[in-house]
């Protein structure tokens, strides 16, 4: 059956809700709207308003009381509405949710998911098109995870409601209505492992989230424009990173880049670049280049192609790798 | 706020009306046996001795820095008396002393100070979670759990403690809100003791009163004298029945303050005067209760004898396991951050084990 990411999305929170009576959904208009992308949609009809529910309009405290739902034993999984609506959140975010099992030295574990739709493509109005992996990868005691296909979204969303610690869970606003022929319930590998979506030689595209589908057509374009054999790595996990399968794939082809539509300065990208570097510098000819978003803001909507990397941004500096 | 005669059966305090004001100060009666009102003494009064015996060890070097209670002892110790063994308690870093009415260990308590570990403690084994810094923050954790409570329908209350400079934040604006439209069994008691650090209370809200936030958000507020052991417990048990029996939360203003400095590396004369304080002393909690207690014969000098030992048993015990306490072993920084230790954490926990080792050698 044919599946969007949004719908394969909705089809992990509802195999989850009924799976596990502790798993709970709210945040903001999730409930009878089903959520402004309709990722809750009728979950709350099917599961009754305790299980999924609407909240005041209150970030920080939509995350602050999911960490006293999963102290007692719930499995709550919240949406912050967009990228630029969940910074009120970060202080229970970065001070609570991250660090409680280490504080309590182990003793309280907090199952919970926190969904943000995140970066752009959308033509959307400020605060609504922003990429910030990076805040949560740099937290210690987050899993961050993003996927790049339907596939991935249901799979990696069910694994993350089962998973027992926090997890950032950031799903590509852009790729939502990409679609995927699923035969629910899909598998696939867990939380912290990347993957090759396409085997190459010439050089290793590292991607997640909204770029997986770039770096896709970019490896495609490669071939037919310039007879390029491009390894498309999907992080899939940011932290735990799977150093790994990055490291193996820029080993075998000699030459990597990583792209993402967040900034490039002290961006995800860096660390991928300095990870890659240090682990396969004997047998790379080239060094790890960024193909990232401008070190701007978030430009406007009739400007953010000039931002966000596209096919030919990647081309671009895969001919820059291949000048060394 | 006036201070009326105390009264071991009747509790006072001022209720938040619809419209949004204080209303007059009501008696209500309140009752404990005269086996619990010995407890509350015996809490309040070791609580006072293990608050001066941290204050101690922090200038002695066995801890880095402490915040007292000192003065606010009717306000925790009520409060928490108020609760059953099922119900969750979310303090702040000032709530050693509730945490210890409530039965977690003194010395596992004081872990945040002492340096040993963040939490000392199983927030499980108490259902105490741990002493929270960043202020208000921990409101919407009682909050939360106590909006699980309510999803599970399992009679469990959620009671947590913010001060009057932590209500300014935003987290206590949002705790109080969600609560209150949600129906969640928590209570919240602001300890209102005059001061954030430095910062006197006229400089953190143009309002009379705390509670007055109540009928902001739509939920019952209460304004008690938070030195009189009993109208704190009876304000709070009022809150807490009302929260069980399923009909929301309660916002709980106890008017205290805050004797010691903020910690105990802090400095009161750089901002208030010694006069204000010694008004305050006339009013201390332990000792106005005490009285009455004595007066209405609940407690003989033989009881205060053996109260006053339990305190100095429990004085000895923190010294002698916060002097010289091993600092732990480093390697287990890495073991808590997630379920699994993951193969970054794993190779940096090599790296420690290679320092170590080398600093052993040399």
Redesign the interface.
């Known amino acids: 059956m044919e599946f969007t990411m949004a719908g394969a999305l909705n089809a992990a929170l509802r195999d989850s809700m009924r799976e596990d009576d502790h798993v709970?959904v709210y945040g903001e208009d999730v409930g009878k709207l089903g959520g402004v992308f309709r990722i809750t949609d009728g979950l709350q009809a099917e599961m009754g308003a305790?299980?999924c529910f609407d909240?005041?309009v209150?970030e920080?405290?939509i995350?602050?009381?999911?960490?006293?739902?999963?102290?007692?034993?719930?499995r709550?999984v919240v949406e912050m509405q967009f990228d630029g609506f969940s910074y009120?959140a970060l202080?229970?975010v970065i001070?609570?949710v991250a660090?409680?099992?280490?504080?309590?030295?182990?003793?309280?574990?907090l199952p919970m998911v926190i969904r943000i739709p995140y970066g752009g493509g959308i033509g959307a109005v400020e605060h609504h098109s922003e990429s910030p992996e990076a805040y949560y990868a740099h937290t210690?005691?987050l899993?961050v995870v993003s996927p790049g296909t339907p596939a991935d979204a249901y799979a990696l969303l069910r694994a993350s409601i089962a998973f027992?610690?926090p997890v950032i869970f950031l799903e590509p606003k852009r790729r939502y209505w990409l679609k995927e022929d699923l035969d629910l319930p899909v598998t696939a590998p867990p939380i912290?492992t990347a993957l090759v979506r396409r085997a190459g030689t010439t050089a290793t595209v590292i991607a997640y989230g909204p770029m997986v589908s770039t770096a896709m057509e970019a490896a495609t374009r490669g071939a037919e424009e310039s007879g390029w054999d491009l390894e498309v790595v999907d992080v899939r996990t940011l932290s735990?990173?799977d150093?790994?399968t990055l490291v193996e794939s820029a080993t075998k082809t000699g030459r990597a880049l990583v792209v993402h539509e967040a900034s490039r300065f002290a961006g995800f990208g860096a660390e991928i670049a300095a990870e890659v570097t240090e682990r396969a510098f004997g047998y790379l000819a080239a060094p790890v280049l960024r193909v990232t978003g401008w070190d701007v803001p978030y430009p406007s909507a009739k400007i953010e192609r000039h931002f966000l990397p596209d096919a030919d941004r990647i081309l671009d500096a895969v001919a820059r790798l291949l000048e060394y | 706020m006036s201070v009326g005669a105390a009264s071991l059966t009747k509790a006072a305090w001022q209720d938040v009306g619809a419209e949004g004001a204080l209303g007059e100060s009501v008696a209500h009666d309140v009752d404990l046996s005269n086996e619990q009102l010995r407890s509350l003494y015996r809490l309040m009064a070791v609580s006072r001795r293990v608050d001066r015996q941290a204050i101690n060890l922090t200038r002695q070097g066995a801890l880095g820095v402490y915040a007292s209670s000192h003065g606010q002892e009717a306000a925790q110790v009520g409060a928490v008396f108020a609760l059953e063994a099922d119900d969750w308690l979310f303090p702040t870093y000032r709530e050693t002393v509730a945490s210890f009415a409530r039965g977690v260990d003194v010395v596992e308590a004081l872990a945040l100070f002492s340096g040993s570990w963040h939490c000392g403690f199983d927030p499980y084994q108490h259902r105490v979670a741990p002493l929270t810094t960043p202020l208000a923050t921990q409101a919407l954790h009682a909050t939360g759990l106590a909006m699980a409570a309510r999803i599970r329908h399992d009679p469990i209350v959620a009671l947590t403690f913010f001060g009057d400079g932590a209500a300014s934040e935003g987290d206590a604006h949002e705790a109080l809100n969600i609560a209150a439209v949600s129906a969640a069994p928590v209570v919240f008691v602001v300890q209102n003791n005059g001061y954030a650090i430095s910062v006197p209370y006229r400089l953190q809200t143009k309002a009379s009163s705390i509670a007055l936030r109540a009928a902001g958000v739509g939920m019952p507020g209460i304004r008690v004298d938070g030195n009189d052991v009993i109208s704190v417990y009876g304000a709070v048990r009022t809150a807490v029945d009302r929260a069980r029996r399923g009909d929301g939360p309660t916002l709980v203003e106890a008017v205290t303050y805050r004797l010691e400095a903020h910690t105990t590396a802090d400095d009161t004369t750089r901002y208030r005067s010694d006069d204000e304080a010694t008004s305050w002393r006339a009013r201390d909690p332990v000792h106005r209760f005490l009285g009455v207690l004595r007066e209405r014969q609940v407690v003989d000098d033989a009881y205060v004898a053996e109260v006053d030992a339990e305190g100095e048993t429990v004085a000895a015990r923190m010294r002698d396991a916060l002097f010289g306490a091993p600092a732990g072993d480093p390697r287990e920084m890495f073991d808590h951050v997630y379920a699994t230790r993951t193969p970054q954490l794993d190779a940096q926990r090599m790296l420690l084990e290679q320092e170590l080792r080398a600093a052993e050698e040399t």
């Open positions: 709970v305790d299980r909240t005041p209150a920080s405290g995350v602050g009381t999911a960490l006293g739902m999963a102290l007692y034993g719930m709550p009120p202080d229970q001070s609570h660090k409680y099992r280490n504080r309590t030295r182990g003793h309280v574990g210690a005691g899993t027992d610690d912290g735990p990173l150093v790994d």
